[in-house]
């Protein structure tokens, strides 16, 4: 009898002993910047978190400069940005957590132009969007269409794709003051969408409800359509990377383990499906 007591008080405290040890709390990792990248990057997280159920991501947007703002802060594991990080946001980085943050190339993208779908115009030099951007072409008819005034629409300046466009296309220019600033990609579709006269920019991977122009280098260069093959082999003019940067410190563990499975066949075939372009397999471990 004594001993069976001894042996229930032992399960019973073994069972308490289970039942008082926590349960171990899921790894939150946070990503937030680019509004390019927010698509991709909550599909990401999406697929990811389906086979790792101990790690929940959380991704929001704002544009690449809040990235490097948030990272530089250490509110953000990752910084999503479609532009290489700046000078200062290096310098301010190494003044915040003692190191230069570091850069993964994630994926290829063609920026791409987009007018709307009824829009009889289907090639751009690149000349001539500066032109446009800058306001110094106003009417569509300068580019073949018709005659009516043109609407632009842009990104905020915190946007890394305003700020790549500003810099490869209008050549560090202003965009002309009459451009309405939207909020996104997303929004600068919608708008161009619903306007006869509207132009923007925005990533390959936005393209719904508007149709996007075929791009000369110049007057005298083949129309490029930002495809697959034209984009990863640089034909297309306007072209360029997406990246994520991370603090080197915290390049460890469940982070280090997702930003592998990013770079993975996995990971760049969600890039495809999304609708940017997969990295070349000899960049993905650079």
């Not at 200062?88 to 994926?107: L, M, Q, S």
């Not at 305003?162 to 810099?167: A, L, N, Q, S």
């Amino acid at each position: 009898m004594k001993s069976r007591i001894c042996r229930l008080v032992f399960a019973i405290s073994a069972v308490a002993l289970v039942v008082a040890q926590p349960l171990q709390a899921a790894t939150t990792i946070t990503a937030k910047g680019s509004d390019t990248l927010v698509i991709l990057a909550q599909k990401w997280a999406e697929v990811y978190m389906r086979t790792h159920p101990g790690v929940k991501i959380q991704v929001t947007g704002g544009g690449s400069g809040v990235g490097f703002a948030a990272l530089q802060n250490r509110q953000t594991d990752l910084a999503n940005a479609s532009r290489p990080i700046k000078a200062r946001e290096i310098e301010a980085c190494i003044k915040a957590f003692g190191k230069r943050p570091t850069e993964y190339k994630v994926a290829i993208d063609g920026l791409s132009v987009y007018v709307n779908a009824d829009n009889p115009v289907t090639e751009v030099t690149v000349e001539q969007l500066e032109q446009v951007f800058t306001g110094k072409i106003k009417n569509w008819k300068e580019l073949g269409g018709q005659d009516m005034p043109i609407t632009v629409y842009s990104r905020e300046n915190s946007s890394g794709t305003y700020e790549f466009f500003k810099e490869h296309v209008l050549k560090g220019k202003d965009f002309v003051a009459s451009a309405q600033t939207m909020p996104g990609t997303a929004a600068v579709l919608q708008a161009v969408a619903k306007d006869k006269r509207g132009i923007g920019y925005g990533g390959a991977a936005y393209g719904a409800g508007a149709k996007h122009l075929l791009v000369k280098a110049d007057a005298n260069s083949p129309a490029i359509e930002p495809t697959e093959e034209n984009v990863v082999g640089q034909k297309y003019p306007i072209w360029r990377y997406l990246y994520i940067y991370v603090n080197p410190a915290l390049d460890k563990g469940e982070i280090a383990a997702y930003l592998r499975w990013i770079r993975s066949d996995e990971g760049q075939a969600v890039v495809k499906e999304v609708g940017y372009f997969p990295l070349p397999t000899h960049l993905r471990e650079k």
